[in-house]
């Protein structure tokens, strides 16, 4: 991408991630390069079907800020254990001296913010009570909870707001992350996404007929559905970084076709890779892998097949890592955009965990195991309902 005069050198100073597999970066490359899979039958959430979900573990263990207690909620503990890990806390404070409060944004991708505690209060009171004047909206179900907790906690007093677009949410934070810097609005923004295990997503999931009763295998011939996860991933995106890790393109659309369904072609999801390859400045021969948005679902890993194959290649390694932290929805883009920022740093195309036989539709490259690479440009896409496509070219 071309910076904007006075936005120099945009790029990705520090990063973390909570999810099934652990907290931060020594965990989750670990199981990158292990295959591990953090998908569990057992879990706290009262459903009346079975599944496999990607459940955080210990969060109730967390000292949660007593000055902050309205905020207490599942994800905004999630948000908590992400600060905590990697000294992800400390490198966000550090920003905020270096550049001045007013001069540090939050931009927080979401599906659901903090609306398990709405569901917790619900079930909690008798018919047709009152809600208990406890309960506090803005705290929690609201989807600016997570943005304004992080505010209030790291006291970063430049623009805060929320994306909610399914799927796509932190990814699409992201790009405004980078814009918010190139409109000269902001010098360094908290990006990331947050999403936890919830009723409303996974009853919402099933009624759709999407959960598969085993831990998902995305790409497989014999996968049917997803299994859903948890997750917390915060970057901090910055101008004038020394890091040489960067966003280096971005591409979006909407095809909009259906409210769950992509158009089989992938057509859209095809031209938002194409817009991130050309912002990129790349062609599609020099794209390393993709890390594939594969949720398991039988029509969507084959349509995204079809976009990458008329993007990228169909020979590009790739892979999905669903199989291994769940589709944690509206932290999807940004949990698997900092598994890719892992990838990049390692030198490491991760495995494709669940794959056993390689669906004839999908890529023919997927990568069921890790293996080590050089990797110098990856592509991660995220795709959500409605046809918002999102991809972004990662870079070292």
Known sequence: MTNL?????????????????????????TALRNGTSGLRAEHHLDLPFSCFLGEVDDL?????????????????????AALGSDGFDQAALATREKWGALRCGIVIGTSTAGVEMLERVY??????????????????????AVAAFLQDYLDFQGPSYSISTACSSSAKALVDAYQLIEAGLCDAVLVGGVDSLCLTSLNGFESLELISR???????????????????????VERDSKNGIRMSG????????????????????????????????????????????????????????????????AQ????????????????????????????LEHGIIPGNPGLEKLDPK????????????????????????GGSNCALVLSR
């Open 5 to 29: 005069p006075g936005a120099n050198n945009i790029g990705i100073s520090h990063s973390t991630l909570v999810s099934c597999l652990g907290r931060g970066h020594a965990a989750h490359v």
């Open 60 to 80: 109730a263990d967390l000292r949660f800020p007593v000055e902050l207690s309205a905020y207490d909620n599942r994800a905004n503990r999630l948000a908590l």
């Open 123 to 144: 079930r909690a009171r008798d018919d047709d009570a009152p809600m208990p004047k406890s309960y506090s909206m803005r705290h929690h179900d609201s989807q600016q």
């Open 214 to 236: 085993s831990p998902c295998k995305p790409c497989d011939s014999n996968r049917d559905g997803l299994s859903i996860g948890e997750a917390a991933a915060f970057l901090i």
């Open 250 to 313: 971005f591409g979006e659309s909407s095809d909009g076709t259906n409210m769950s369904t992509p158009p089989e072609d992938g057509a859209g999801a095809a031209t938002a890779i194409r817009q991130a390859l050309q912002r990129a400045g790349l062609t599609a021969g020099d794209i390393d892998y993709v890390n594939l948005h594969g949720t398991a679902t039988v029509v969507n890993d084959a349509a995204e097949a079809q976009a990458v194959s008329s993007a990228i290649g």
């Open 316 to 343: 590009v390694p790739a892979s999905s890592l669903k199989g291994a932290i769940g589709h944690t929805l509206g932290a999807a883009g940004a949990a698997e955009a900092v598994l890719c920022l892992y990838a």
């Open 362 to 385: 999908a890529l023919p490259n997927v990568a069921a195991q890790c293996r080590n690479a050089p990797l110098k440009h990856v592509v991660s896409n995220s795709f959500g309902f």
